[in-house]
């Protein structure tokens, strides 16, 4: 068999070889050259790789009768060879020395003797891909003092100082995958961040805490303006507003700015106060539009971001040299919502490849939760308002009783819910007080609330009976559909007689506070719940003496998981009473803060339901201040009512408003005879303002009209509306009532 010389024995270190590193080598590389680290043709080894065959090598040998034999156990040998080396380069680590890497190669030069058609390998003069950027500070002293140099015969492998094969890749197996676990880390943490935050200033605030100063040293963050909701078109122009900044102060002293500067500035601004534009009008077509279109984040000083940037921050600043920056479009489900910009200083680590990743998660994850953000306040804002206009926005103020009442949404996330209250004033200075609780606490519980909070204030409007309103509301409650079903206390309160007229409808009993302190639960009927057809109602008429305080409520006051109805019923009565003997017997508590402090005995585990609360103190009104008369329908009832409330308004001392209420009675009596075929009423109360209710028996409500020059009639009740401060008509079952009211001080 014949023999080949080989190379191997005069190798040296590339250590005792430092002249060769700054020079290529003249000579050829010799055919015994080792293989296995050879650079495949593209010029990028592959470690592990099979050998390439050289093309331009010396002829083969004569052939051997042994041939296929030798080498087919030569090819076993370099296998060997290779997983020695594998194994002898592993456990040399990043600082093996480049003698035990020649002490490898005269190894597997001795096992493996040249095959047949084998030549030079071709040298590699850079194998780093261009856009992965060597390791800087300590990371590149390590990478550079584990480096193993190899390469042809008599050199390197370089050329002109480029680095060696391999000396741009990573060779430290356990330094690579520590950072890109550090990395997915902090992707991790910094995402549920994101993730924590429930609105749009919490979704900014967490991106930019969780990237300052862990990713980058400052950040910059612009949403369009206005930010679209859903599927709606936004409006144009396409306009960023700023709408948060961070960054990392190194010093107390430090003023914390951005490092953006004026363009030909060597002082930074104040950018404390205005680090970048405040808005920034995107141009169709510009560079910021091509950035924002192609998503992805790009380098700061990448062609694409050094256009981009300036329109981004403002005319007449930019980055400054040696800053490093991210640009990371924003984006939502359907479109482009923003962008932010990451920034470091100069004496920090420039971003590497992989951070562009990073940037691109982070920027995903804060453009989707601003998309939900802007949804989840849509709805919030749709909700409260639907529950806003279902219940009265203010109470009103009928003589001889007053008001207060109180909302609790069941969470602050779920602010609609099927509670409602109500005070609808009705003829005679009477009231209705109602209160209900349709079942849940969604928007379709809120639905359905209006519409029989809507049924009540019609019926009310009818002056019908409770029991028979209750009766109207019950059958409503069945039109809308099934199990559509309320409960629901309504009340008539009196201020002449004192008397309070009360029906039930499955709800919670109401509790008197009595003006000494005693509070006691009201015995009235419960009722069935409102959608169960088929039921009578029962009304029951109470004493509602004057000072005394009428609580209504719904059962998220009083029943939770901890308790039931009655345990809570008995408590709430208890709170009353010792809340009034605080203020004494002669004296009642104030009713808004009666209100505060009835919702302060609710505890952590309480609020499993909306509440409603309505509080009404009777004051009523002394028959002193009531003038009640019977007119027959004929001719002389004008005139006689006139003389009547004359009378009255001599003994109330209240002489200066004879004129007009002589005139304005007159009027709406000389009406009312017109029509009536029963006896007419007239009432005069006084209170605050003077009012006068006259009432028949005939349902036609008056209007009033323009009379013409010709006409003999028409101008009574345009009369009536120019003279009284208010007038009003209500239809009743048994006729109407109309009336006035008249400042009692002029």
Known sequence: MT??????????????????RTRPRQEAPGPADDPVVAAPPHGRPH?????????SGPPAPPEDPDGPRTANAAREASRTARAASATHRAAAGPGGAPAHGEAQARARADAEPELPGTGPA????????PDVRPPDGAAAKGAAAGAVATGPAGGDGAADGAPAAGAGLPQDPVGTARREGDRLRFVGAATRRIARGIDLDEIVLGLCRATVPTFADAILVYLRDPLPVGDERPVDPFVLRLRRTDRLRLTEDDPGDLGLLPAGSAAAPDAEQ????????????GHLAEVLRGVRPVFGDSAAARAALPELLGEGRCVPSGHRAILAPLRGRRRVIGAAVFLRRPDRAPF????????????????????????????????????RTMLPENLPQPTG?????RYLPAAETARVGGDWYDAIPLPGSRVALVVGDVMGHSMTSAAIMGQLRTTAQTLAGLD??????????????????ENRMATCLYAVYDPVAHRITIANAGHPPPILLHLGGRAEVLRVPPGAPIGVGGVDFEAVELDAPAGATLLLYTDGLVESRLRDVWTGIEQLRERLAATAQLTGPDHPPPLEALCDDVLDMLGPGDRDDDIALLAARFDGITPSDVAYWFLEPEDAAPSRARRLARRALAR????????????????????????ASRPVTLRLLRTETLRCEVGDDSPQLPRQRRARDTDEDGRGLFLVNRLARRWGATRLSTGKVVWFELPTRV
């Open 401 to 405: 009783v007053r008001l207060a009442s």
């Open 3 to 20: 023999e080949h010389p080989t190379s191997h024995e005069g190798r040296q270190p590339l250590a005792a070889r430092p002249q060769e």
């Open 652 to 675: 109330w001392g209240l002489e200066e408003l004879n004129d007009s209420v002589e005139l304005l009675v007159s009027e709406v009596v000389t009406n009312a005879v017109r029509y």
């Open 122 to 129: 071709r040298a590699e003069t850079d194998v780093r891909p």
């Open 352 to 387: 590497e490849p992989n951070d562009l990743l990073v940037a691109a998660q982070l920027a995903t994850h804060t453009a989707l939760g601003i998309d939900k953000a802007v949804l989840y306040g849509r709805e919030a804002y749709i909700a409260d308002e639907l529950q």
């Open 464 to 481: 019908l009976p409770p029991q028979e309103v209750l009766h109207h509301l019950d059958e409503q409650a069945q039109r809308l559909g």
């Open 274 to 285: 205005n680090p970048a534009a405040e808005l920034c009008r995107v141009r169709p077509g």
């Open 47 to 55: 470690p592990g790789s099979a050998p390439v065959p050289s093309q």
